[in-house]
């Protein structure tokens, strides 16, 4: 099996590198190209710098997209599947907007399109997400789902550091990038729990702009050291649930309890979750991110493919809606001016610089959130998934009584 | 696809269940028969007393094998492989048994036995593990294998209650047999880790009595508490570690730290971990046991079979010996007699009644440990894995040293 490397940064290095071990030079497997910039110097002989040589190559099976970003990638992703090339990629923000198409375009064109790399890196997460989808609906999905933001926030709470400080040391370590806005404003979780919901809805999710995202830019010593009193361990979380024909969906700060499976991710870990009727909570754990164990991802589908393992199918097309208000749980918010006003429609509780919110729904807290940073741009809210409850009487329930009454 | 359910208690009413669930009705499954012990009532029209029946049932396509125990299970597995029927089964100590036979006698007939439910119940280990070693090799697994002990030390670490009293709890709330013994003194663990072992380091493990097992019959509320206090809870972990062409084995409790994902494992969920040279550290947390997640992973093997997934080859014949003496750790032991004698090889500290001997290989720890008991058969002790070494001088390499010399 004759595979294409589009790349050559961490992906790329890695997928090589795992090829040419021993325990898989038994498997017939062979990087036969290699895609690197124009201008770059041809370190390998199997490099050049033309899509098209690739693309009209004949013999070459499968092609790995390890350029990232949204374009290229699409456009070399969607040639490569209509010339009858499988394609894996690791690329969660082109997967998280066009996963749907390129499924389509795969499928016309009796070609794989896999990407469990996309999504905890060598956590074996769409895998075990699609598994248990075979037997259960599965009506919850959470976890820690980028490293960056964890590594962050893990080191804040260990060494009593500065968010500034901790980002910055990141960065030293390669963990974080020199624009970390990706990691640290949710939006990389955004694009993964997009996936997920993807296959675990079977819908494609579209209109993202509206979808609550709210990161950890925000926060500071203090409020760690606060919640940490409190018995909490500050985690980004990104979270959805399904009820009935309706979904929600929100990336934001967490409270969770110092015994949780999620306070206890250290480092650069993930941990993801899903919840299904038999198979009960599902926890999967380990390197979300990092050359080799994202590599060790995409040459699983390439096997995966080469073994003709099918993955299961999905068409996208179920009629499940988004609806920000059904379920509800309490936040905390700090900001520096007086916010009681604002919340006034709920139960609150002052205590130091906190305001805590009882019972409001997600929607409903990221909508009024935005108000408060625009007064405070430095502000920071975090929600408590222990005290999550349905929303007995939705938003939709009580305008139809309106009308009714 | 026709299935033969043996036997109707937890595990094959849960696949009954599930395999009569809407989701699954699609996939073409059927339960055509189950057989039932002579003598009880035929309640379902399935149902026989004749194993000869299903047996030579042309239309029988998979046997799930839900009986439990050694025999008639293996038996009933191989005339069922023999008459080209594929067989599934949850029954790890069957497994642990016969692993070599069952794989050999299913490929003889070209037909599958699989096996996930026997060790996690829901957790879909097996294959991740599987997974894993299409491209890695494992060099270390560990974890939380059994539901029942880790209730039991959940519970004592947070009720403060004694063995007896939560033992007790357990049967009454039908997590523990009326025969503990399987669960509490490692019996069960000893057998999902030899069935991990075995896959792992593509191995038959035999002569299993010499193996290191110490369970948790004799732990006191006063050691939950002394060891919290010194910041740790205990855990009864199954562990193997594999070093060139040795794999070393125990089954024993163990203080781990209290941010250690295993520590924060609760109630009767299990966390099993492998280590791979690119994917690193996985970890997999579940339901254990159970009728539903248990009966989950049975229907996740039939639904292999009929999409014809196959799973990691293996023929148990690799050479790898076993050996006691490759890795040392620290552990800690409470007797009511003075050890330091026995021990004296090693340093020693004390500590109220505990004394901790530093760097001490498993195998003689555990056969120390044999003479401890004979004195005083309450004594306890538990293992510190933080402080596990390779040992540098290997026993063999003295020995050698010695010829040498």
């Not at 070399?76 to 375009?105: G, M, R």
């Not at 016309?108 to 075979?134: C, D, T």
């Not at 599965?138 to 009593?160: A, E, P, R, Y």
Request: with cysteine; aromatic share 8%; glycine share 6%.
């Amino acid at each position: 099996m004759r595979i294409a490397l589009l790349g050559f940064g961490t992906v790329g290095k890695g997928v090589y590198e795992i090829i040419k071990k021993a325990k898989m030079q038994t498997q017939g497997l062979t990087v036969s190209r290699i895609l690197i910039r124009s201008g770059k110097k041809k370190i390998l002989p199997e490099m050049t710098d033309s899509i098209a040589e690739i693309i009209n190559d004949d013999e070459v099976d499968v092609v790995v997209e390890a350029i990232g970003g949204i374009e290229p990638a699409h456009a070399y992703i969607l040639e490569a599947l209509n010339h009858q090339k499988h394609v894996v990629t690791a690329n969660k923000a082109v997967i998280a907007k066009y996963l749907k198409e390129f499924t389509d375009v795969a499928n016309k064109n009796h070609v794989k399109f896999y990407f469990e790399a996309s999504v905890g890196g060598g956590i074996p997460w769409i895998q075990g997400l699609e598994k248990a989808l075979r037997i259960d609906n599965v009506d919850c999905i959470s976890g820690i789902f980028n490293g960056t933001s964890n590594f962050i926030l893990d080191q804040m709470s260990k060494n009593n550091q500065s968010f500034a400080e901790v980002l910055s040391k990141a960065q030293k370590l390669g963990y974080a990038e020199n624009d970390p806005s990706a990691d640290i404003d949710g939006v990389d979780i955004a694009n993964k729990l997009c996936i997920s919901a993807d296959i675990a809805y079977n819908i494609k999710i579209s209109d993202r702009d509206r979808l609550p995202i709210f990161g950890i830019r925000n926060i500071r010593s203090e409020d760690v050291r606060y919640f940490e009193r409190k018995g909490y361990l500050v985690k980004l979380l990104g979270l959805t649930h399904k009820l009935n024909n309706e979904y929600d969906y929100v990336v934001e700060p967490a409270l969770m309890r110092k015994d949780s499976l999620e306070a206890n991710t250290p480092g650069n870990y993930n941990l993801i979750s899903l919840n299904g009727e038999t198979i009960g909570k599902l926890d999967f754990f380990g390197q979300g991110a990092g050359m080799f164990p994202t590599a060790n991802a995409v040459v699983q589908d390439i096997l995966d493919i080469k073994e003709n393992k099918q993955h299961l199918e999905r068409n996208f097309d179920e009629k499940v809606q988004y609806d920000a208000n059904i379920f509800q749980q309490d936040y905390v918010v700090r900001a520096n001016f007086d916010v009681k006003d604002l919340f006034k429609d709920f139960d609150l509780i002052e205590e130091e610089q906190y305001v805590y919110v009882h019972q409001i729904s997600v929607g409903k807290m990221h909508k009024l959130m935005d108000f408060v940073l625009e007064k405070d741009p430095r502000a920071f809210m975090a929600g408590l998934p222990d005290t999550i409850q349905k929303n007995v009487i939705s938003n939709k329930e009580i305008v139809n009584q309106g009308v009714i009454a």
